[in-house]
């Protein structure tokens, strides 16, 4: 089962708790948002203690890849 990030938590807890509607232009903008730092994070762990706790220069486009990988598989989207 895919994991909800913390954007669609709060959204749908707005909603249900105070029956506000957010309007989707501004829900889509908050999850690209969340989308990117979650990749931003993902690559920046990466890189820093590399895949094996090493700093291994890896290659950009790779680690992008990877991370975006990594949010489809975590967040099924």
């Known amino acids: 089962m895919a994991q909800q990030t913390a954007v669609e938590w709060l959204?749908?807890?707005?909603?249900?708790?105070?029956?506000?509607?957010?309007?989707?232009?501004?829900?889509?903008?908050?999850?690209?948002?969340?989308?990117?730092?979650?990749?931003?994070?993902?690559?920046?762990?990466?890189?820093?203690?590399?895949?094996?706790g090493s700093n291994d220069w890896v290659n950009e486009c790779e680690l992008t890849d990877n991370a975006e990988y990594y949010y489809n598989e975590t967040y099924n989207k």
């Open 11 to 52: 959204i749908e807890e707005i909603h249900k708790n105070m029956g506000v509607w957010i309007p989707q232009h501004i829900q889509e903008q908050a999850k690209a948002m969340e989308k990117e730092q979650i990749i931003k994070a993902w690559n920046n762990a990466y890189y820093i203690g590399g895949a094996n």
